[in-house]
């Protein structure tokens, strides 16, 4: 009995793996490597650092199982996306405050992982070419890392300034070796 018990839940990890694979077109290195050295877009070091403070507790389980980007840019967008990012913590919050007069949210989603240990992190947004870009580094446990079995779906969030361009969310693959406690581009 208990080996059809493990047998069962070894075959659905393995369904629950597969289903980690990007769905976003991944951008090359190089295109990455450009956009990261343009001038970034921020609406000052205090707001931002005090918008990420407020993001914290959102970064680890949140209810968006497909990978990808999102924009919030009023604030009819904003309560239901972050109720969503909120769908695994008690008691509920109300939305973070952003005054969408000046601000909108970008936010960019790893999607649904199997295990702990993944990390998504905002690190340059840009406007290039008449197109936001987020710039985001995507990061998976390496194989000497010990994760929870716990399913995850990480997600970070800027509040960055109004702007009516389209929104471009790329992704970096990174692995993080624990023995080191370093990430290492997978690209």
């Known amino acids: 009995m208990h080996r059809y018990l493990l047998g069962l839940l070894l ?20 295109v990455y490597e450009a956009l990261l050295a343009s001038p970034a ?3 000052g070091a205090e707001r931002d650092s005090s918008f990420a403070a407020g993001f914290r507790p959102y970064r680890i389980s949140t209810g968006f199982a497909k990978r990808g980007g999102r924009v919030a840019r009023s604030a009819e967008t904003w309560t239901p996306l972050f109720d969503t990012l909120q769908l695994s913590l008690i008691p509920k919050r109300p939305p973070l405050a952003v005054d969408f007069t000046q601000e909108m949210v970008v936010l960019a989603l790893y999607g649904g992982a199997s295990s702990g240990g993944h990390v998504v992190r905002i690190r340059h947004v840009t406007l290039a070419r008449d197109t936001l ?44 070796d624990c023995d080191t406690e370093r990430d290492r581009p997978a690209w």
């Open 41 to 43: 877009l921020t609406r």
């Open 11 to 30: 075959v659905g990890l393995g369904i629950v793996s597969a289903c980690d694979a990007p769905t976003e077109p991944a951008a090359s290195r190089a």
């Open 133 to 176: 870009f987020v710039l985001a580094e995507r990061t998976a446990p390496g194989a000497s890392c010990i994760v929870t079995w716990a399913t995850t779906a990480p997600a970070d969030a800027r509040a960055i300034p109004a702007l009516g361009a389209p929104v471009i969310v790329l992704f970096a693959p990174y692995v993080h």
